[in-house]
């Protein structure tokens, strides 16, 4: 059984950064893709960041390019989303998931964790 466990979510203020993490257990880490969602209140959850296996490809949602930044540690069995510039329209419930394809889309992914959330404040 794969498990997903996000943190590093918080309370911060406009214009500050934070670092998330999701650590999954299992031996999968290594084979998959890994990416970032968000769910905010009243609101569909969606695509934030994805990276390949071995990190050399990442993709993100045009709303974060440029202020967050995607990244791995296979040794680690840990992926990393940094959050820079926050905006209080980043305030959400954020995920990571494991799946098998760099990807957009929510099918793609096998796997969720439980999810972070990040609070901006104006």
């Known amino acids: 059984q794969v498990q997903l466990v996000e943190s590093g979510g918080g309370l911060v203020q406009a214009g500050g950064s934070l670092r998330l993490s999701c650590t999954t257990s299992g031996r999968t880490f290594s084979r998959s893709v890994m990416g970032w969602f968000r769910q905010a209140p009243g609101k569909e959850r969606e695509f934030v960041a994805t990276i390949s296996v071995f990190g050399r490809f990442t993709y993100y949602a045009d709303s974060v390019k440029g202020r967050f930044t995607i990244s791995r540690d296979n040794s680690e069995n840990t992926v990393y989303l940094q959050m820079n510039s926050l905006n209080p329209e980043d305030t959400a419930l954020y995920y990571c998931?494991?799946?098998?394809?760099?990807?957009?889309?929510?099918?793609?992914?096998?796997?969720w964790g439980q999810g972070t959330q990040v609070t901006v404040s104006s």
């Open positions: 998931a494991a799946g098998g394809s760099a990807s957009m889309r929510e099918a793609e992914y096998n796997y």
